[in-house]
């Protein structure tokens, strides 16, 4: 009896025109969402790749302004004050105040979510002219034999694009804060002992970068590594 009803019921709703009608509905949105996904799942990846050649573009300097942050912060310690520390049981120093391992891990804490005004000049747009320019465009064969040239992302090729503060004098440029803190979190995050470390003992700067933006986290390639401006007369 059941099944005798199930079918009766199928069999009205399929001679009902509204029962027909919703159905054809229901079937447009059906392909309508089919059609839709790979589209916007596409877009999605887009955006994921752009981020990731800005990342790339910008990495390197990031962690240089990580490690010039923390610098400034230093510099900027108003307690001039000495403090008593001990490496080992039978060895205590006396160190500035602003070099404590206390003070600099105050420093690091705070320092990414301060990261929000950092920018780059904008990058040149590829040619869609220029066929010699790899970096410009990729080609491919359409319909007819034309060759079609496909738009490259304005950063592609480029191994790295200086992050700078904004100010009024440049313009705005194109803000890459999110990628500054991304690398800020990364660094303290995996390397704060040694950084706070490498601060305390006032170590050069430019050993720092090479130390910390090179050869730990490979954000930086060889010899990236700025000179210490107080160092010129040594070089």
């Known amino acids: ?49 752009n981020r990731s050649v800005v990342y790339n573009a910008v990495k390197c300097s990031a962690c240089h302004a990580v490690l010039d942050g923390i610098q400034a912060g230093i510099d900027a310690t108003e307690e001039t004050h000495d403090v008593q520390v001990g490496f080992r049981i039978d060895a205590k120093v006396r160190v500035p105040y602003a070099r404590t391992e206390y003070r600099i891990l105050e420093i690091m804490e705070k320092l990414c979510d301060g990261m929000t005004d950092f920018v ?8 869609d002219t220029d066929s010699s320019d790899s970096n410009s465009s990729d080609s491919s064969s359409g319909e007819g034999g034309k060759t079609k040239k496909k738009r490259r992302h304005r950063w592609a090729g480029l191994r790295k694009q200086v992050v700078r503060r904004k100010d009024a004098v440049h313009g705005n440029g194109v803000d890459v804060s999110k990628h500054v803190k991304k690398v800020c979190s990364n660094v303290i995050d995996a390397h704060e002992d040694l950084l706070s470390l490498m601060f305390h003992r006032s170590e050069k700067h430019q050993a720092i970068q090479e130390r910390i933006c090179e050869q730990e986290t490979s954000l930086c390639p060889a010899g990236t590594a700025a000179a210490d401006p107080d160092d010129k007369d040594e070089l």
């Open 1 to 49: 009896r059941t099944f005798r009803s199930f079918t009766l019921s199928i069999s009205i709703a399929f001679d009902d025109p509204l029962s027909m009608m919703s159905r054809v509905l229901l079937l447009a949105v059906v392909l309508a969402v089919l059609l839709l996904t790979p589209a916007a799942d596409a877009k999605k990846r887009g955006r994921k790749s």
């Open 120 to 127: 780059v000049d904008e990058a040149p747009l590829p040619s």
